[in-house]
Protein backbone atom coordinates (compact mmCIF):
# COMPACT_ATOMS: atom_id res chain seq x y z
CA UNK A 1 0.00 0.00 0.00
CA UNK A 2 2.77 2.22 0.58
CA UNK A 3 4.99 2.12 -2.39
CA UNK A 4 0.96 2.67 -3.99
CA UNK A 5 1.16 6.05 -2.04
CA UNK A 6 4.33 6.78 -3.39
CA UNK A 7 3.86 5.60 -7.29
CA UNK A 8 0.96 7.72 -6.76
CA UNK A 9 2.40 10.78 -5.63
CA UNK A 10 5.06 10.37 -7.99
CA UNK A 11 2.79 10.61 -10.85
CA UNK A 12 0.82 13.45 -9.46
CA UNK A 13 4.58 15.55 -9.36
CA UNK A 14 5.34 14.32 -13.19
CA UNK A 15 1.58 15.38 -14.13
CA UNK A 16 1.70 18.63 -11.95
CA UNK A 17 5.66 19.57 -13.67
CA UNK A 18 3.71 18.54 -17.17
CA UNK A 19 1.13 20.80 -16.44
CA UNK A 20 3.03 24.01 -14.97
CA UNK A 21 6.15 23.64 -17.64
CA UNK A 22 4.47 21.97 -20.59
CA UNK A 23 5.62 18.51 -22.12
CA UNK A 24 7.95 16.52 -20.88
CA UNK A 25 10.54 15.27 -23.95
CA UNK A 26 11.67 11.66 -23.73
CA UNK A 27 15.34 10.98 -25.61
CA UNK A 28 14.06 9.23 -28.45
CA UNK A 29 13.71 11.01 -32.14
CA UNK A 30 10.45 10.59 -32.36
CA UNK A 31 9.54 12.84 -29.27
CA UNK A 32 12.31 15.68 -29.56
CA UNK A 33 10.87 15.95 -33.13
CA UNK A 34 7.56 16.79 -31.65
CA UNK A 35 8.79 20.10 -30.27
CA UNK A 36 7.81 23.10 -32.71
CA UNK A 37 10.52 25.41 -32.80
CA UNK A 38 9.90 28.70 -30.77
CA UNK A 39 8.47 31.18 -33.43
CA UNK A 40 10.73 34.07 -32.44
CA UNK A 41 13.34 32.69 -34.43
CA UNK A 42 11.69 32.42 -38.22
CA UNK A 43 10.19 35.98 -37.79
CA UNK A 44 14.04 37.00 -36.30
CA UNK A 45 15.28 36.52 -40.10
CA UNK A 46 18.54 37.40 -39.94
CA UNK A 47 21.33 36.67 -37.19
CA UNK A 48 25.38 37.46 -36.86
CA UNK A 49 27.61 34.50 -36.46
CA UNK A 50 30.72 34.83 -35.04
CA UNK A 51 33.95 32.16 -35.33
CA UNK A 52 36.76 33.94 -33.45
CA UNK A 53 39.27 31.68 -30.98
CA UNK A 54 42.83 30.84 -30.99
CA UNK A 55 43.03 29.80 -34.76
CA UNK A 56 42.55 33.68 -35.38
CA UNK A 57 46.02 34.14 -34.21
CA UNK A 58 47.49 32.33 -37.65
CA UNK A 59 44.54 33.70 -39.64
CA UNK A 60 45.89 31.65 -42.27
CA UNK A 61 44.68 29.42 -44.93
CA UNK A 62 45.83 29.66 -48.71
CA UNK A 63 43.49 28.05 -51.73
CA UNK A 64 43.56 25.21 -52.94
CA UNK A 65 44.65 24.67 -56.68
CA UNK A 66 43.48 28.15 -56.75
CA UNK A 67 39.66 27.49 -55.35
CA UNK A 68 38.54 29.61 -52.32
CA UNK A 69 35.68 27.71 -51.82
CA UNK A 70 35.30 25.51 -48.36
CA UNK A 71 38.72 27.04 -47.36
CA UNK A 72 37.53 27.38 -43.76
CA UNK A 73 41.06 29.56 -41.89
CA UNK A 74 39.71 27.85 -38.53
CA UNK A 75 40.69 24.12 -39.36
CA UNK A 76 44.27 25.46 -39.61
CA UNK A 77 45.36 22.62 -37.05
CA UNK A 78 44.71 20.11 -39.24
CA UNK A 79 44.69 21.23 -42.43
CA UNK A 80 47.88 23.87 -42.22
CA UNK A 81 49.99 22.70 -39.53
CA UNK A 82 49.12 18.68 -39.41
CA UNK A 83 48.31 17.58 -43.13
CA UNK A 84 51.33 15.41 -44.41
CA UNK A 85 50.44 15.76 -47.98
CA UNK A 86 50.60 19.73 -47.97
CA UNK A 87 53.76 21.09 -47.55
CA UNK A 88 53.34 24.09 -46.19
CA UNK A 89 56.29 25.51 -45.14
CA UNK A 90 54.00 28.71 -43.45
CA UNK A 91 53.47 27.42 -39.83
CA UNK A 92 57.53 25.99 -40.15
CA UNK A 93 58.92 29.38 -40.87
CA UNK A 94 56.63 31.62 -38.77
CA UNK A 95 56.14 29.57 -35.83
CA UNK A 96 58.97 27.06 -35.76
CA UNK A 97 59.01 23.61 -36.02
CA UNK A 98 58.17 22.77 -32.51
CA UNK A 99 55.59 24.86 -32.47
CA UNK A 100 52.13 22.94 -31.39
CA UNK A 101 48.77 24.72 -32.12
CA UNK A 102 48.37 24.57 -28.27
CA UNK A 103 50.83 27.34 -27.91
CA UNK A 104 48.48 30.16 -29.79
CA UNK A 105 46.78 30.19 -27.06
CA UNK A 106 49.35 32.33 -25.41
CA UNK A 107 49.07 34.96 -28.27
CA UNK A 108 45.13 34.76 -28.11
CA UNK A 109 45.57 37.81 -25.60
CA UNK A 110 42.42 39.49 -27.39
CA UNK A 111 44.00 42.70 -25.36
CA UNK A 112 41.11 44.92 -27.85
CA UNK A 113 38.61 43.09 -26.97
CA UNK A 114 35.44 45.37 -26.76
CA UNK A 115 32.22 43.25 -25.93
CA UNK A 116 30.15 46.94 -25.76
CA UNK A 117 31.73 48.16 -28.92
CA UNK A 118 30.72 44.82 -30.75
CA UNK A 119 27.20 44.81 -29.34
CA UNK A 120 26.80 48.42 -31.02
CA UNK A 121 28.02 47.10 -34.10
CA UNK A 122 26.15 44.13 -34.07
CA UNK A 123 22.46 45.73 -33.28
CA UNK A 124 23.54 48.82 -36.02
CA UNK A 125 23.36 45.84 -38.44
CA UNK A 126 19.86 45.23 -37.93
CA UNK A 127 20.18 41.58 -37.10
CA UNK A 128 18.23 39.90 -34.27
CA UNK A 129 20.24 36.99 -32.80
CA UNK A 130 23.77 35.96 -32.61
CA UNK A 131 25.56 33.15 -32.30
CA UNK A 132 29.03 32.75 -30.82
CA UNK A 133 31.55 30.12 -31.40
CA UNK A 134 31.94 29.14 -28.00
CA UNK A 135 33.98 25.50 -28.82
CA UNK A 136 35.52 24.96 -32.45
CA UNK A 137 36.77 21.73 -33.73
CA UNK A 138 40.40 22.84 -32.13
CA UNK A 139 38.75 22.00 -28.38
CA UNK A 140 39.51 25.40 -26.78
CA UNK A 141 36.66 27.02 -24.84
CA UNK A 142 35.60 30.67 -25.10
CA UNK A 143 34.16 30.62 -21.89
CA UNK A 144 36.01 29.68 -18.52
CA UNK A 145 34.80 26.04 -18.40
CA UNK A 146 35.02 24.07 -15.16
CA UNK A 147 35.55 21.00 -16.45
CA UNK A 148 38.92 19.22 -16.19
CA UNK A 149 39.13 17.95 -19.61
CA UNK A 150 39.83 21.69 -20.90
CA UNK A 151 41.81 22.19 -18.26
CA UNK A 152 44.25 24.92 -19.09
CA UNK A 153 42.80 24.50 -22.72
CA UNK A 154 39.99 27.76 -21.95
CA UNK A 155 39.86 31.46 -22.24
CA UNK A 156 40.00 31.41 -18.58
CA UNK A 157 43.16 30.22 -17.82
CA UNK A 158 45.10 30.88 -20.72
CA UNK A 159 45.57 33.63 -23.06
CA UNK A 160 42.91 36.46 -22.71
CA UNK A 161 42.07 35.20 -19.07
CA UNK A 162 38.25 36.56 -19.12
CA UNK A 163 35.16 35.29 -19.76
CA UNK A 164 35.12 36.04 -23.79
CA UNK A 165 31.47 34.46 -24.42
CA UNK A 166 30.00 35.97 -20.78
CA UNK A 167 31.09 38.91 -21.73
CA UNK A 168 29.59 39.17 -24.76
CA UNK A 169 26.16 37.75 -23.79
CA UNK A 170 26.01 40.51 -21.23
CA UNK A 171 26.16 43.11 -23.93
CA UNK A 172 23.83 41.48 -26.72
CA UNK A 173 21.42 41.29 -23.91
CA UNK A 174 21.72 45.16 -23.16
CA UNK A 175 20.68 45.65 -26.69
CA UNK A 176 17.77 42.83 -26.63
CA UNK A 177 19.40 40.82 -29.67
CA UNK A 178 19.04 36.90 -28.75
CA UNK A 179 22.37 35.41 -27.88
CA UNK A 180 23.25 31.34 -29.24
CA UNK A 181 26.23 29.18 -28.26
CA UNK A 182 27.89 27.81 -31.23
CA UNK A 183 29.46 23.97 -30.04
CA UNK A 184 31.46 21.92 -31.68
CA UNK A 185 31.00 17.56 -31.01
CA UNK A 186 34.68 16.69 -32.46
CA UNK A 187 37.57 18.03 -30.95
CA UNK A 188 41.12 17.35 -33.46
CA UNK A 189 42.97 15.50 -30.51
CA UNK A 190 40.53 14.25 -28.20
CA UNK A 191 38.67 11.03 -30.24
CA UNK A 192 39.33 7.58 -29.47
CA UNK A 193 41.36 6.14 -31.84
CA UNK A 194 39.94 2.72 -31.35
CA UNK A 195 36.77 4.24 -33.40
CA UNK A 196 38.36 5.67 -36.24
CA UNK A 197 38.33 4.52 -39.44
CA UNK A 198 42.20 4.24 -40.03
CA UNK A 199 44.86 4.73 -37.76
CA UNK A 200 45.65 7.95 -36.52
CA UNK A 201 49.16 7.83 -37.49
CA UNK A 202 47.62 8.42 -41.41
CA UNK A 203 45.46 10.97 -42.65
CA UNK A 204 41.92 10.58 -42.13
CA UNK A 205 40.44 10.25 -45.16
CA UNK A 206 36.78 10.11 -44.17
CA UNK A 207 36.43 14.09 -42.83
CA UNK A 208 40.08 15.22 -44.46
CA UNK A 209 41.70 16.18 -40.57
CA UNK A 210 44.85 14.64 -39.70
CA UNK A 211 46.45 14.81 -36.27
CA UNK A 212 49.81 12.66 -35.53
CA UNK A 213 50.10 10.18 -33.31
CA UNK A 214 52.19 11.95 -30.48
CA UNK A 215 49.90 14.86 -30.31
CA UNK A 216 46.83 12.71 -29.94
CA UNK A 217 48.16 10.47 -27.51
CA UNK A 218 48.74 13.96 -25.57
CA UNK A 219 45.65 14.80 -25.33
CA UNK A 220 43.33 11.77 -25.93
CA UNK A 221 41.11 10.87 -22.72
CA UNK A 222 38.93 8.08 -24.44
CA UNK A 223 35.42 8.20 -25.78
CA UNK A 224 33.74 7.71 -22.16
CA UNK A 225 35.07 11.15 -20.44
CA UNK A 226 35.26 12.59 -23.89
CA UNK A 227 31.63 11.86 -24.27
CA UNK A 228 30.64 12.86 -20.83
CA UNK A 229 32.68 16.00 -21.16
CA UNK A 230 30.47 17.32 -24.00
CA UNK A 231 27.22 16.34 -21.88
CA UNK A 232 29.25 18.60 -18.40
CA UNK A 233 29.57 21.54 -20.89
CA UNK A 234 26.61 21.71 -22.74
CA UNK A 235 24.93 21.82 -19.72
CA UNK A 236 27.12 24.28 -18.29
CA UNK A 237 26.77 26.40 -21.03
CA UNK A 238 22.58 26.32 -20.80
CA UNK A 239 22.37 26.40 -16.98
CA UNK A 240 25.02 29.58 -17.28
CA UNK A 241 24.31 31.90 -19.93
CA UNK A 242 20.91 30.36 -20.81
CA UNK A 243 21.49 30.90 -24.73
CA UNK A 244 18.58 31.43 -27.06
CA UNK A 245 19.87 28.82 -30.04
CA UNK A 246 22.04 25.58 -29.26
CA UNK A 247 23.87 25.70 -32.79
CA UNK A 248 25.58 22.27 -32.38
CA UNK A 249 27.97 21.00 -35.01
CA UNK A 250 30.83 18.67 -36.30
CA UNK A 251 29.30 15.12 -35.63
CA UNK A 252 29.69 13.67 -38.96
CA UNK A 253 31.54 10.87 -37.53
CA UNK A 254 29.66 9.10 -35.48
CA UNK A 255 26.31 8.07 -35.14
CA UNK A 256 23.79 9.73 -32.67
CA UNK A 257 24.18 6.77 -30.72
CA UNK A 258 27.85 7.69 -29.82
CA UNK A 259 27.26 11.40 -29.07
CA UNK A 260 24.25 9.85 -26.77
CA UNK A 261 22.48 12.87 -28.56
CA UNK A 262 18.80 11.83 -27.86
CA UNK A 263 19.86 12.46 -24.01
CA UNK A 264 21.43 15.91 -24.09
CA UNK A 265 18.74 17.21 -26.28
CA UNK A 266 15.97 15.41 -24.42
CA UNK A 267 17.92 17.26 -21.04
CA UNK A 268 18.09 20.41 -22.91
CA UNK A 269 14.41 20.42 -23.85
CA UNK A 270 13.45 19.83 -20.62
CA UNK A 271 15.78 22.04 -18.25
CA UNK A 272 17.50 25.12 -19.99
CA UNK A 273 16.17 27.69 -17.93
CA UNK A 274 14.80 29.00 -20.36
CA UNK A 275 12.96 25.94 -22.03
CA UNK A 276 10.08 27.68 -23.29
CA UNK A 277 12.22 30.08 -25.85
CA UNK A 278 15.13 28.05 -26.41
CA UNK A 279 16.13 26.63 -30.10
CA UNK A 280 18.23 23.54 -31.30
CA UNK A 281 19.69 23.48 -34.87
CA UNK A 282 19.36 19.67 -36.89
CA UNK A 283 23.04 19.12 -36.49
CA UNK A 284 22.91 16.22 -34.26
CA UNK A 285 23.15 12.72 -36.10
CA UNK A 286 26.18 12.26 -38.61
CA UNK A 287 25.42 15.60 -39.71
CA UNK A 288 21.92 14.63 -41.21
CA UNK A 289 19.30 16.75 -41.25
CA UNK A 290 16.54 14.48 -39.67
CA UNK A 291 16.63 15.04 -36.07
CA UNK A 292 16.26 18.47 -33.68
CA UNK A 293 15.29 21.54 -34.80
CA UNK A 294 15.50 23.66 -37.32
CA UNK A 295 17.64 22.87 -40.26
CA UNK A 296 21.13 24.78 -41.13
CA UNK A 297 22.32 25.27 -44.80
CA UNK A 298 25.94 26.62 -45.50
CA UNK A 299 26.90 27.98 -48.31
CA UNK A 300 23.79 26.45 -49.90
CA UNK A 301 24.89 22.75 -48.96
CA UNK A 302 22.39 20.77 -47.38
CA UNK A 303 19.67 22.59 -49.19
CA UNK A 304 18.10 19.25 -50.34
CA UNK A 305 16.90 19.14 -46.37
CA UNK A 306 14.61 22.01 -46.76
CA UNK A 307 11.33 21.40 -45.55
CA UNK A 308 8.51 24.04 -45.31
CA UNK A 309 6.94 23.00 -42.74
CA UNK A 310 10.66 23.09 -40.69
CA UNK A 311 12.29 26.47 -40.09
CA UNK A 312 15.50 26.73 -41.91
CA UNK A 313 18.81 28.98 -41.74
CA UNK A 314 21.67 29.71 -44.37
CA UNK A 315 24.91 30.65 -42.76
CA UNK A 316 27.82 32.20 -45.19
CA UNK A 317 31.12 34.57 -44.37
CA UNK A 318 31.08 37.82 -45.54
CA UNK A 319 33.97 36.04 -47.49
CA UNK A 320 34.92 32.21 -48.11
CA UNK A 321 36.50 31.04 -44.14
CA UNK A 322 34.28 32.06 -41.30
CA UNK A 323 37.61 32.42 -39.09
CA UNK A 324 39.09 35.46 -40.01
CA UNK A 325 41.68 34.72 -43.27
CA UNK A 326 43.88 37.23 -43.80
CA UNK A 327 45.09 35.80 -47.56
CA UNK A 328 40.98 36.50 -48.32
CA UNK A 329 41.12 40.17 -49.92
CA UNK A 330 38.63 42.50 -51.70
CA UNK A 331 38.20 40.04 -54.54
CA UNK A 332 37.14 37.12 -52.15
CA UNK A 333 34.35 39.71 -49.99
CA UNK A 334 30.86 40.05 -50.97
CA UNK A 335 29.61 43.56 -51.62
CA UNK A 336 27.25 45.29 -49.32
CA UNK A 337 24.59 44.54 -52.50
CA UNK A 338 25.67 41.12 -52.90
CA UNK A 339 24.82 40.94 -48.92
CA UNK A 340 21.18 42.41 -49.34
CA UNK A 341 20.77 39.84 -52.34
CA UNK A 342 21.77 37.10 -50.22
CA UNK A 343 19.41 38.01 -47.19
CA UNK A 344 16.26 38.90 -49.49
CA UNK A 345 16.74 35.50 -51.38
CA UNK A 346 16.85 33.11 -48.50
CA UNK A 347 14.29 35.67 -46.54
CA UNK A 348 11.88 34.96 -49.63
CA UNK A 349 12.15 31.02 -49.64
CA UNK A 350 11.40 30.93 -46.11
CA UNK A 351 14.64 30.56 -44.43
CA UNK A 352 16.72 33.31 -41.99
CA UNK A 353 20.31 34.10 -43.08
CA UNK A 354 23.19 33.59 -40.44
CA UNK A 355 26.05 35.96 -41.71
CA UNK A 356 29.40 35.45 -40.32
CA UNK A 357 32.36 37.46 -38.64
CA UNK A 358 35.95 36.76 -38.05
CA UNK A 359 37.29 38.67 -35.77
CA UNK A 360 40.91 39.49 -35.13
CA UNK A 361 43.08 37.62 -32.56
CA UNK A 362 43.26 41.21 -30.80
CA UNK A 363 39.48 41.88 -30.85
CA UNK A 364 39.20 43.83 -33.41
CA UNK A 365 36.25 43.09 -35.87
CA UNK A 366 37.93 44.28 -39.30
CA UNK A 367 36.82 46.87 -40.67
CA UNK A 368 35.75 45.77 -44.05
CA UNK A 369 33.18 43.54 -41.81
CA UNK A 370 31.97 46.54 -39.80
CA UNK A 371 31.53 48.68 -42.95
CA UNK A 372 29.42 46.04 -44.00
CA UNK A 373 27.47 45.29 -40.78
CA UNK A 374 26.53 48.83 -40.91
CA UNK A 375 25.54 48.86 -44.80
CA UNK A 376 23.20 45.92 -44.01
CA UNK A 377 21.60 47.89 -41.16
CA UNK A 378 21.19 51.25 -43.30
CA UNK A 379 19.53 49.02 -45.97
CA UNK A 380 16.83 47.28 -42.88
CA UNK A 381 16.09 50.95 -41.41
CA UNK A 382 14.28 51.51 -44.30
CA UNK A 383 13.14 47.98 -45.53
CA UNK A 384 13.07 45.94 -42.49
CA UNK A 385 9.23 45.54 -42.66
CA UNK A 386 9.86 43.64 -45.45
CA UNK A 387 11.62 41.42 -44.38
CA UNK A 388 11.40 40.99 -40.54
CA UNK A 389 8.48 38.47 -39.47
CA UNK A 390 7.53 37.84 -43.22
CA UNK A 391 6.69 34.35 -44.89
CA UNK A 392 7.23 33.58 -48.68
CA UNK A 393 4.68 34.55 -50.94
CA UNK A 394 3.25 31.24 -53.07
CA UNK A 395 3.30 32.37 -56.38
CA UNK A 396 7.53 33.01 -57.16
CA UNK A 397 7.81 33.63 -60.28
CA UNK A 398 5.97 36.93 -60.59
CA UNK A 399 8.63 38.78 -63.54
CA UNK A 400 11.83 37.96 -64.68
CA UNK A 401 15.02 38.98 -63.61
CA UNK A 402 16.18 39.65 -59.98
CA UNK A 403 12.81 40.12 -57.98
CA UNK A 404 12.07 38.48 -54.80
CA UNK A 405 8.65 38.15 -52.87
CA UNK A 406 7.65 38.23 -49.39
CA UNK A 407 4.33 38.65 -47.74
CA UNK A 408 2.51 39.91 -44.07
CA UNK A 409 -0.68 40.80 -42.64
CA UNK A 410 -2.12 41.06 -45.93
CA UNK A 411 1.07 43.00 -48.01
CA UNK A 412 2.78 41.63 -50.64
CA UNK A 413 6.76 43.37 -50.70
CA UNK A 414 8.01 42.74 -54.11
CA UNK A 415 12.51 42.93 -53.65
CA UNK A 416 13.87 44.09 -56.97
CA UNK A 417 17.91 44.12 -56.60
CA UNK A 418 18.53 46.24 -59.37
CA UNK A 419 15.96 49.26 -60.46
CA UNK A 420 13.46 48.60 -63.10
CA UNK A 421 14.26 50.16 -65.67
CA UNK A 422 10.31 49.39 -66.93
CA UNK A 423 6.76 49.49 -65.47
CA UNK A 424 6.26 46.26 -63.26
CA UNK A 425 3.15 44.01 -64.67
CA UNK A 426 2.21 41.55 -62.26
CA UNK A 427 -0.62 39.40 -63.01
CA UNK A 428 -3.03 37.04 -61.16
CA UNK A 429 -2.81 39.52 -57.90
CA UNK A 430 -6.01 38.84 -55.88
CA UNK A 431 -6.76 41.18 -53.60
CA UNK A 432 -8.78 41.99 -50.33
CA UNK A 433 -10.05 45.44 -49.71
CA UNK A 434 -8.67 48.53 -51.27
CA UNK A 435 -5.23 48.38 -53.10
CA UNK A 436 -2.15 50.54 -52.38
CA UNK A 437 0.97 50.75 -53.71
CA UNK A 438 4.28 52.16 -52.54
CA UNK A 439 7.78 52.38 -52.37
CA UNK A 440 9.94 52.16 -48.92
CA UNK A 441 12.42 54.63 -48.63
CA UNK A 442 10.99 56.70 -51.12
CA UNK A 443 8.77 60.06 -50.97
CA UNK A 444 6.70 59.95 -53.85
CA UNK A 445 3.30 58.81 -54.85
CA UNK A 446 3.38 55.84 -56.53
CA UNK A 447 0.99 55.60 -59.39
CA UNK A 448 -0.34 52.30 -60.60
CA UNK A 449 -3.19 50.55 -62.50
CA UNK A 450 -5.12 47.22 -61.43
CA UNK A 451 -7.56 45.54 -63.60
CA UNK A 452 -8.74 42.15 -63.84
CA UNK A 453 -6.37 40.80 -61.41
CA UNK A 454 -3.58 42.40 -63.02
CA UNK A 455 -1.59 45.52 -61.60
CA UNK A 456 0.82 47.83 -63.27
CA UNK A 457 3.31 49.66 -61.62
CA UNK A 458 4.94 53.04 -63.27
CA UNK A 459 8.06 53.41 -61.98
CA UNK A 460 9.16 56.68 -60.98
CA UNK A 461 12.18 58.75 -61.35
CA UNK A 462 14.71 59.16 -59.04
CA UNK A 463 17.62 61.08 -58.03
CA UNK A 464 21.06 59.50 -57.03
CA UNK A 465 19.96 59.92 -53.55
CA UNK A 466 17.42 57.72 -53.25
CA UNK A 467 19.99 55.08 -54.51
CA UNK A 468 19.31 51.62 -52.63
CA UNK A 469 21.42 47.83 -52.13
CA UNK A 470 17.53 46.65 -53.30
CA UNK A 471 14.41 48.55 -53.84
CA UNK A 472 10.76 47.49 -52.57
CA UNK A 473 7.85 48.03 -53.64
CA UNK A 474 4.88 47.89 -50.89
CA UNK A 475 1.81 46.49 -52.11
CA UNK A 476 -0.98 46.31 -49.87
CA UNK A 477 -4.60 44.41 -49.90
CA UNK A 478 -3.07 41.37 -51.80
CA UNK A 479 -4.23 37.55 -51.16
CA UNK A 480 -1.76 35.10 -50.16
CA UNK A 481 -3.20 32.09 -52.26
Known amino acids: MRCGIKKFFGCLL ?49 PENGKWDGI ?115 EYENMDSTAWPMNPELAHEKTGYYIPKEIFDKYTVGDIVYVNHLHYQ ?41 REEIVINDRWDNGEKKHGGY ?41 SRQLVRLLVSTVSRGGNLLLNIGPAADGTIPVIMQERLIQMGNWLKVNGEAIY ?16 YTYKNGTLYVIAISFPQNDIVLKNLKTKGKMNVSMLGVDKKIKFIYNKENLKIIIPQLNPDMYQDAYVFKIEGVINE
Request: a neutral charge; charged letters at 25%.
Open 14 to 62: LFSCTLINGQIYQPVWQSIDSRPTPSWFSESKFGIFIHWGVYSVPSFRP
Open 234 to 274: LKELITRYQPDIIWADAVWDRPASYWRSEEIVAWILNNAPN
Open 295 to 335: ITTEYGTGAEAIDENRPWEECQGMGYSFGLNRLEGIEQYKT
Open 72 to 186: YAEWYEPDVMYKPWRNDSFHIKNYGKDFEYRDFAKLFKAELYDPAYWAEIIYRSGARYVIFTTKHSDGFCMWPTTDPVSKNWNCGEVGPKRDLFGDLVKELRKKSLRVGAYYSFL
Open 389 to 404: GTRPFKQRNLLPGDFY
